[in-house]
Nanobody, 126 residues
């Protein structure tokens, strides 16, 4: 059973930065593609960023491109989301997701991921 535990959320002012972490246990981390999704109040869950098992391929939603960076440390079984230049519209619960995938092509749909964390709240004030 794969377990994902997010951390690093909180309150930030617009323009500042936060870094989210997602620690993975229960399966060989290197076989997993990882992604971050977010869900704002009264909105559907949306894709934020994804990274292939090797870290060689990364994907971003247009709304965060150039501001957010996804990365992974396979030695620590952890994936990260560095969020810079935060905006109030980035306020949401952020979810880490994983799926067994050893290809370089990674999906952007929530339905493509098998395992999910509990979520961490990010609130950006103006």
């Amino acid at each position: 059973q794969v377990q994902l535990v997010e951390s690093g959320g909180g309150l930030a002012q617009a323009g500042n930065s936060l870094r989210l972490s997602c620690a993975v246990s229960g399966r060989t981390f290197i076989t997993l593609a990882m992604a971050w999704f977010r869900q704002a109040s009264r909105k559907e869950r949306e894709f934020v960023a994804a990274i292939s098992w090797s870290g060689g391929s990364t994907y971003y939603a247009d709304s965060v491109k150039g501001r957010f960076t996804i990365s992974r440390d396979n030695a620590r079984n952890t994936t990260y989301l560095q969020m810079n230049s935060l905006k109030p519209e980035d306020t949401a619960v952020y979810y880490c997701a994983a799926v067994r995938n050893t290809a370089q092509l990674v999906g952007k749909g929530a339905y493509e991921y098998d395992h999910w964390g509990q979520g961490t709240q990010v609130t950006v004030s103006s």
